[in-house]
């Protein structure tokens, strides 16, 4: 059973950096692609951003230029570094991925940013 766990999150001021990380377990066959998501009070599940086969990224346009998403190359990993943090970026944020067309989610982690 796939299981993943993410930490790092927190309550930083508006233009500070936070890093998040994502532990993939229960399978010994990485991945193709994993990808960040985050969930706004009020507001729809949304990706931010994702590695996909060969460490091809893909951002929303929101966080392009502040974020970088990364994987390990050698294990089911994804780290999520984020600068410049904006109010807007306040959220739940989620690691997911689609294993054996099955959608995996992490339990969340949450990220506070004030203004």
């Known amino acids: 059973q796939v299981q993943l766990v993410e930490s790092g999150g927190g309550l930083v001021q508006a233009g500070e950096s936070l890093s998040l990380s994502c532990v993939a377990s229960g399978s010994k066959i990485l991945f193709d692609s994993m990808a960040w998501y985050r969930q706004a009070p009020g507001k729809e599940r949304e990706l931010v951003a994702l590695?996909?086969?060969?460490?091809?990224?893909k951002y929303a346009s929101s966080v392009e230029g502040r974020f970088t998403v990364s994987k390990h190359k050698a294990k089911n990993y994804i780290y999520l570094q984020m600068k410049d943090l904006k109010p807007e970026d306040t959220g739940v944020y989620y690691c997911?991925?689609?294993?054996?067309?099955?959608?995996?989610w992490g339990q969340g982690t949450q990220v506070t940013v004030s203004s």
């Open positions: 997911y991925t689609n294993f054996r067309a099955i959608k995996y």
């Open positions: 590695v996909g086969r060969g460490g091809s990224t």
